[in-house]
């Protein structure tokens, strides 16, 4: 049986400043930044796991936040990336 490809919509994160007013609502605190975003999109990056892991309390926290099946493309880490591999 043949897959059929899913393409899914987001942006690199739900967290950017110059969004409060054009998409997020001026009253709308930041913590509720990620249920706002995820009411309109299925998918969003995050870009801070090139840096670090997250915690599981953030995890947990973002997961919380998002409906079933809200799918978080997760950066890797920049140590594989971006790092040079002496022998």
């Known amino acids: 049986m ?3 490809p899913s393409l899914y919509l987001g942006a690199s994160s739900w967290t950017a400043p110059s969004w409060k007013g054009p998409f997020y609502p001026p009253e709308l605190p930041a913590a509720d930044y990620l249920t706002h975003y995820a009411a ?3 998918t969003v ?4 796991t090139g840096y670090r892991p997250p915690t599981a309390r953030t995890v947990e ?3 919380r936040k998002t409906p079933e099946g809200f799918v978080f493309a997760l950066k890797v880490p920049r140590s594989i ?3 040079q591999v002496q022998e």
């Open 40 to 42: 309109r999109f299925r």
């Open 45 to 48: 990056e995050v870009a801070s």
């Open 81 to 83: 990336t971006h790092e």
């Open 2 to 4: 043949p897959l059929s």
């Open 61 to 63: 926290s973002w997961r």
